[in-house]
C-alpha cells in the first residue's frame, strides 16, 4: 500500500535545484510502521518531460539528492497555569 504525500507539475526551469518539504501525518507513518512491522519502506519518483538521457541543458536526467525522512516530535503540553 502506498500513500502519496506530494506531488507537484509545471515546474519548466532547467539547472536548477528545488528543495521541497513533505510532512507525513502521524496516522499515515503509524500506520505505515504497523503495516510494516516496525519497518518502513518509500519511494520517489521524479519525472521530466524529456526522452532519457536529455534532462538539463541536455546532459543529465533530474536528480534527487539528500532525501532525507526525519522524525518531528511535539512537546507535550504544559500543564495550565494554577
Do not use: H, K
Amino acid at each position: 500500500m502506498w500513500t502519496q504525500v506530494y506531488y507537484e507539475t509545471g515546474n519548466v526551469t532547467e539547472c536548477t535545484t528545488f528543495n521541497r518539504t513533505a510532512n507525513i501525518s502521524n496516522a499515515n507513518l503509524t500506520n505505515a510502521i504497523a503495516t510494516g512491522v516496525g519497518s518502513v519502506t518509500g519511494r520517489v519518483r521524479v519525472q521530466d518531460s524529456c526522452y532519457p538521457g536529455v534532462g538539463c541543458s541536455f546532459t543529465n536526467d533530474p536528480v534527487v539528492s539528500g532525501l532525507t525522512l526525519g522524525m518531528m516530535r511535539t512537546p507535550p503540553a504544559s500543564p495550565p497555569a494554577m
